[in-house]
């Protein structure tokens, strides 16, 4: 059975993965409490990263934009592996966002808006939170974008 959170996703056209596996000696989520803390979320489809490089040279801002939509997916994936339903989300703490960036390029506030914006829609209200965007030299696997979440629960 498919839960409201699911049908909700499913009339924004998308759907949650099965959870990515780690590509480190980590978890992809852990609950402490009400808080479910994710590792940080690469924008893999299918297992796969494809999209790869500096957003501001070899990747485009909005390109990367929407790779970090890609990480909300892979987010929520990663925490339902941890509470076992997403309809147990109850509000969207903390987003960290981490841009592999050109060193002219200084809009990572806006690609990590790909990320924000997805979780509204998803979540309305309970869907905002607080927000770090940080660029950085180079991400895992060279991806264009790592972000990672803190959602509450119930």
Not at 60 to 69: F, G, I, N, P, Y
Request: charged content about 20%; overall charge negative; hydrophobic content about 50%.
């Amino acid at each position: 059975m498919m839960s409201e959170l699911e049908a909700r996703l499913a009339e924004l056209g998308l759907e949650v993965p099965a959870t990515s596996k780690p590509v480190a000696a980590y978890i992809p989520a852990v609950a402490s409490r009400n808080l479910v803390y994710t590792s940080g979320q690469l924008p893999m489809v299918h297992g796969v990263l494809g999209i790869t490089g500096k957003v501001g040279s070899e990747v485009d801002a909005d390109t990367a934009k929407l790779l970090a939509r890609t990480c909300v997916l892979n987010g929520l994936a990663a925490a339902r592996t941890a509470i076992g339903s997403l309809d147990r989300i109850t509000r969207v703490v903390k987003v960290v966002g981490f841009v592999a960036s050109d060193p002219s390029f200084t809009g990572q506030p806006g690609v990590i808006n790909g990320a924000s914006e997805l979780l509204g829609e998803i979540f309305g209200d309970a869907g905002a939170h607080a927000r770090s965007a940080v660029g950085v030299a180079v991400l895992p696997l060279d991806s264009p974008v790592e972000i990672e979440f803190v959602f509450e629960f119930a």
